[in-house]
C-alpha cells in the first residue's frame, strides 16, 4: 500500500499567514493527489484534486502543487475560516489512503 | 446537483451485521464508481470500498479481512454496505462518496455505527 506522509502533523499561525503543507507518498503516483479540509462533525471538503485543481466554490487562496512523491498544500492569507485539519488522499493505485492530516491552529 | 444520503447507522453488538444504504440523486448513477470510506472517532479517513459503476469490480481495504460486502442497486440509484462480524473498531462514521473524475470524491454526510455491548 502507498503510505501518504503529512508534516507537519499539526501547526499554530495567525489570521493573515501564509501556510503550506506537505504530503509525501511513499512511491510515485504522478499528479493522482487530493486535497480536503474537514471541520468538527462535518465531512471532507474538497479543495483541490489531480493535485494543483482548484475545486469549483473553493477560494483561490488555497493552491496544490507537486507531482512524482512530494506535493504541497499552501493557503496564502490564514482566514478565521480555515482552522480545520487538513487531509491528503492518493488515488494511484488501491487501497486508496490518506494521509494522516494536519492540524491548523491559531496561535 | 449530486446528492447522497447515508442510512442504517446503528449501535449494534460485536458480532452483529448491519447494512448501510445510500441514496443517490442528480446524476445519472450507474455511470460512476461508488465508495465506502469511514472515520472512526478521533481519527482520521479511512477508505473502506470501490464498486464500479456497473457492480462488476468491486475492491476492500485489507483491514475488512473479507467481512465487507459492497454492492448497488442501478434501478433504485443506490449503493449499500454490509458489514458482518462488527468489532469495536468498526466504530466510526461511514461515508458515501461518488467517484465523480479522476481524483475527484463527492461525499456525503454519513452515517455513524456504533459497535459496542
Known amino acids: 500500500a502507498i503510505q501518504l506522509t503529512q508534516s507537519p502533523s499539526s501547526l499554530s499561525a495567525s489570521v493573515g499567514d501564509r501556510v503550506t503543507m506537505t504530503c509525501r507518498a511513499s512511491q510515485g503516483i504522478s499528479s493522482a493527489l487530493a486535497w480536503y479540509q474537514q471541520k468538527p462533525g462535518k465531512p471532507p471538503n474538497l479543495l483541490i484534486y489531480d493535485a494543483s485543481v482548484l475545486e469549483s466554490g473553493v477560494p483561490s487562496r488555497f493552491s496544490g502543487s507537486g507531482s512524482g512523491t512530494d506535493f504541497t498544500l499552501s493557503i496564502s492569507s490564514l482566514q478565521p475560516e480555515d482552522f480545520a485539519i487538513y487531509y491528503c488522499?492518493?488515488?494511484?493505485?488501491?487501497?486508496?489512503?490518506f494521509g494522516g492530516g494536519t492540524n491548523v491552529d491559531i496561535k | 446537483e449530486v446528492q447522497l444520503l447515508e442510512s442504517g447507522g446503528a449501535l449494534v453488538q460485536p458480532g452483529g451485521s448491519l447494512r448501510l444504504s445510500c441514496a443517490a440523486s442528480?446524476?445519472?448513477?450507474?455511470?460512476?464508481?461508488m465508495n465506502w470510506l469511514r472515520q472512526a472517532p478521533g481519527k482520521g479517513l479511512e477508505w473502506v470500498s470501490t464498486?464500479?459503476?456497473?457492480?462488476?469490480?468491486?475492491f476492500y481495504a485489507d483491514s475488512l479481512e473479507g467481512r465487507f460486502t459492497i454492492s448497488r442497486d442501478n434501478s433504485k440509484n443506490t449503493v449499500f454496505l454490509q458489514m458482518n462480524d462488527l468489532r469495536a473498531e468498526d466504530t466510526a462514521d461511514y461515508y458515501c462518496?461518488?467517484?465523480?473524475?479522476?481524483?475527484?470524491?463527492?461525499w456525503g454526510k454519513g452515517t455513524t455505527v456504533t459497535v459496542s455491548s
Open positions: 462518496a461518488q467517484w465523480a473524475v479522476s481524483t475527484k470524491f463527492v
Open positions: 464498486i464500479d459503476g456497473g457492480g462488476d469490480a468491486t
Open positions: 488522499q492518493q488515488f494511484n493505485s488501491y487501497p486508496l489512503t
Open positions: 442528480g446524476f445519472s448513477f450507474r455511470s460512476y464508481a
